[in-house]
């Protein structure tokens, strides 16, 4: 009995809360529009990480090592982006992948991943703003850089507070800026490759130099295959605008489909153009892990075609990649905050929205846990460190409670007698697609310090697999208070956004 009304209770509220976010009554408001869905996707997988320490993938596994681990891990996610968006059209709702874990697998896992969601991205947006203080001091070195912490705190807080398409207008431009970035370095580095700018033509000798194309064997290959999921992570962000999209049924699918074979060119693309102009055994590779721009792929290539402000220009496009990291931190983590406490998982105040359909006490909580958390890294460094690397793994296990609400859905969706022509959007290779992302994203979580697992260091593995653990506790003790159960296939509520208004 207790079960039964505690998975009724949490499907009711996850149904009206679909209506009253379709309405726009006493909610978020709909006014994403389809181009700030693909920008905001495209833009939340386009980060430092290409920009800085791409190198370093080259450097460790070689040309073809780093090419093939990018691959694969774009093909996986890809498959888990289809099913996001087999979910997220057939019920976009604020909070997303948390309330489909609570939906189709289990309350306590839709209260666990959401609340280790939002606690991610407050730690990352600290991290966020004190890169972006260190970037603003390659110019300005002489002034304090909690300074211009403090002023893109604020300034992105004011983005987010005054309504949803603010949001949106401003995220759709500071990622193009990025993706401009990105087509210039592949039209140049091509030029180059081919000997129309640089003479004699470069051509593809550092694939066959020394140890190339693969540099290191399967270890290598499989740290790098860790990196390269890390630079995929943010693309989840797609299911949390769904709630607020004008058109989800268009704008969520287009997104999926469209965007990720751009980036995933993009990334390609880039590494493939940086292994053919420098070779991995170069010492630059590595520079820029350090924070070094001057040492950038990007910035030594630009640099070499002759663009003396390379430095300068590269600077600026990677502070523009922070703003826009930082940016869609506070929108993710105040939604999932906002959509916890619609499902009652947070304190009430945070599900009150303004008339712009702001959710102002989330947002408010949010940067001030970022505060809190940057204010840590002043008068405790150590402390800071621990939070940074001990979150580290919540986009994986994001990823996983997304590819298991999925297949979930599909049996129950089945089960119950539905066609899947009821279906706005079909997800690609059902079942294998959420089982492959469920098992590389296992591997990857397991294979993330393989030497402390293998030497039993225990203070070691508490840092790195500290989210899991997290996740656990968090999803034992709510099912400890609460008495709930996995959700039956039979009585899951399998209704779209229609048919909860």
């Not at 693969?214 to 290598?220: E, H, L, Q, T």
């Not at 949010?366 to 800071?384: N, P």
């Not at 089945?414 to 994203?441: R, T």
Request: hydrophobic share 50%; aromatic share 12%; charged share 10%.
């Amino acid at each position: 009995m207790t079960q039964n009304t505690s998975n009724a209770a949490s499907n009711t509220n996850q149904s009206d809360r679909a209506g009253q976010e379709h309405h726009g009554y006493g909610s978020v408001k709909r006014n994403l529009k389809t181009r700030h869905i693909s920008m905001i996707a495209l833009g939340g997988c386009i980060g430092t990480g290409l920009f800085m320490t791409s190198g370093s993938t080259i450097s460790t596994a070689g040309p073809g090592g780093g090419l093939l681990a990018y691959i694969a891990m774009g093909v996986m996610v890809y498959f888990l982006m289809t099913s996001l968006g087999e979910l997220a059209t057939h019920l976009p709702v604020s909070g997303s992948f948390a309330a489909y874990s609570a939906r189709y697998v289990d309350p306590a896992l839709g209260f666990a991943m959401g609340w280790d969601y939002w606690l991610n991205w407050t730690i990352s947006g600290a991290v966020d703003i004190s890169t972006a203080a260190l970037l603003i001091q390659y110019w300005l070195p002489h002034t304090p850089g909690w300074i211009w912490s403090l002023l893109v705190l604020v300034i992105v807080f004011l983005i987010n507070a005054l309504t949803v398409s603010a949001f949106g207008e401003t995220e759709f431009w500071l990622s193009l800026i990025k993706v401009a970035t990105i087509i210039v370095f592949l039209v140049i580095g091509m030029a180059m490759i081919c000997g129309i700018m640089f003479q004699p033509a470069v051509g593809l000798k550092n694939f066959t130099y020394k140890d190339a194309p693969f540099v290191g064997g399967f270890p290598a290959i499989m740290s790098v295959f860790l990196i390269a999921g890390y630079s995929f992570q943010g693309t989840e962000v797609v299911g949390v605008t769904a709630g607020e999209s004008e058109n989800p049924g268009k704008a969520v699918p287009k997104a999926i489909n469209d965007v990720f074979w751009r980036i995933l060119l993009f990334y390609v693309l880039s590494i493939f153009v940086i292994a053919a102009l420098i070779p991995y055994t170069s010492p630059n590779l590595l520079g820029a892990s350090d924070g070094n721009i001057a040492m950038s792929p990007f910035t030594l290539v630009f640099q070499r075609a002759g663009l003396a402000s390379a430095a300068s220009v590269m600077n600026a496009v990677v502070l523009t990649s922070i703003l826009s990291a930082v940016n869609t931190g506070a929108y993710a983590s105040s939604r999932m905050l906002y959509g916890l406490a619609k499902d009652h998982y947070a304190p009430a105040i945070f599900a009150k929205t303004t008339k712009r359909g702001i959710p102002l006490a989330a947002l408010v909580a949010t940067v001030c846990m970022s505060l809190a958390t940057f204010a840590s890294s002043i008068f405790g460094q150590s402390f800071y460190m621990w939070l940074v690397t001990a979150t580290g793994l919540t986009g994986f296990i994001a990823w996983i409670g997304i590819a298991l609400s999925h297949f979930r859905f599909r049996r129950a969706f089945k089960l119950q007698g539905h066609d899947l022509s009821e279906l706005k959007y079909h997800s690609k290779i059902y079942p294998l697609g959420p089982i492959l992302a469920m098992v590389l994203c296992v591997i990857v979580i397991a294979g993330q310090d393989i030497p402390s697992l293998l030497s039993l260091n225990w203070s070691h593995m508490a840092m790195t697999y500290f989210s899991v653990v997290l996740v656990l506790v968090l999803y034992l003790g709510f099912k400890f208070v609460n008495h709930t159960k996995i959700v039956r296939l039979k009585d899951m509520d399998v209704s779209g956004a229609e048919s909860a208004r």
